[in-house]
């Protein structure tokens, strides 16, 4: 019996600290997770632009095996969209809400009756022809979903991982991409000879000039 009363004591305390935890913790949960990654940033861009894109480097993706995934009609820039359903990650949809190449895409996260939360992203040019990628969280919370202030350890952690493989495949498109075409600069003689040539057209036949000064005269 005195076993029995400590026990319920101990439930009774954590209890207490659990309503106190949901009654403090803040109304909104933020982190924001950034890489750089040496490609242009239209590279980088287009892994996240494009949703389907989204399977070489998205944690989730390795996460969760029995993951399934169903695009909508545009899967790329505005309006596209993916809904999931797996074991592990539950189910949700993300939209693209705005995407502005290549400088930023914001999304929204809709996971039913779990909630909703916000994706932004930033692409921002670095020092040598890198990118700067920045991926941000945001979500209003009440009641039991302020728990996820218990896990934002965890997300961040997947955040990181999923911006290591993002930096992983966009350099190694941006090292496949084929060079740029040399520019063929002109040689001083055949520079002279166009401009010899544009002269020569412009000069008038003197045959011409002489019949219309006896026009004139007449």
Same mark, same amino acid.
């Given at each position: 019996?005195?076993?029995?009363?400590?026990?319920?004591?101990?439930?009774?305390?954590?209890?207490?600290?659990?309503?106190?935890?949901?009654?403090?913790?803040?109304?909104?949960?933020?982190?924001? &997770?950034?890489?750089?990654?040496?490609?242009? &940033?239209?590279?980088?861009?287009?892994?996240?632009?494009?949703?389907?894109?989204?399977?070489?480097?998205?944690?989730?993706?390795?996460?969760?095996?029995?993951?399934?995934?169903?695009?909508?009609?545009?899967?790329?820039?505005?309006?596209?969209?993916?809904?999931?359903?797996?074991?592990?990650?539950?189910?949700?949809?993300?939209?693209?809400?705005?995407?502005?190449?290549?400088?930023?895409?914001?999304?929204?996260?809709?996971?039913?009756?779990?909630? &909703?939360?916000?994706?932004?992203? =930033?692409?921002?040019? @670095?020092?040598?022809?890198?990118? =700067?990628?920045?991926?941000?969280?945001?979500?209003? @919370?009440?009641?039991?979903?302020?728990?996820?202030?218990?896990?934002?350890?965890?997300?961040?952690?997947?955040?990181?991982?999923?911006?290591? =493989?993002?930096?992983?495949?966009?350099?190694?498109?941006? =090292?496949?991409?084929?060079?740029?075409?040399? @520019?063929?600069?002109?040689?001083?003689?055949?520079?002279?000879?166009?401009?010899?040539?544009?002269?020569?057209?412009?000069?008038?036949?003197?045959?011409?000039?002489?019949?219309?000064?006896?026009?004139?005269?007449?």
């Amino acid at each position: 019996m005195k076993i029995l009363k400590i026990l319920g004591g101990i439930i009774g305390v954590a209890l207490i600290a659990f309503g106190a935890f949901l009654m403090l913790a803040p109304g909104e949960a933020s982190m924001e &997770r950034s890489i750089e990654i040496d490609a242009p &940033r239209e590279v980088v861009f287009q892994h996240v632009n494009n949703l389907q894109q989204w399977e070489k480097w998205s944690p989730w993706y390795g996460m969760d095996p029995s993951m399934q995934v169903t695009y909508s009609e545009t899967k790329e820039g505005n309006g596209a969209s993916y809904s999931w359903t797996g074991d592990e990650t539950g189910k949700g949809t993300l939209t693209i809400l705005e995407s502005t190449a290549p400088e930023s895409i914001q999304t929204d996260l809709d996971f039913g009756q779990d909630g &909703r939360a916000s994706g932004n992203w =930033k692409f921002e040019e @670095v020092e040598g022809g890198g990118t =700067k990628a920045t991926w941000a969280f945001h979500t209003k @919370v009440s009641g039991m979903g302020k728990m996820v202030h218990l896990f934002m350890s965890t997300l961040e952690a997947q955040y990181d991982e999923g911006l290591a =493989k993002l930096k992983e495949v966009a350099e190694e498109a941006a =090292k496949a991409a084929p060079p740029a075409p040399p @520019v063929e600069e002109a040689s001083a003689d055949s520079t002279a000879e166009e401009a010899a040539t544009v002269e020569e057209g412009s000069e008038e036949p003197a045959g011409d000039e002489e019949t219309a000064s006896e026009e004139v005269s007449e």
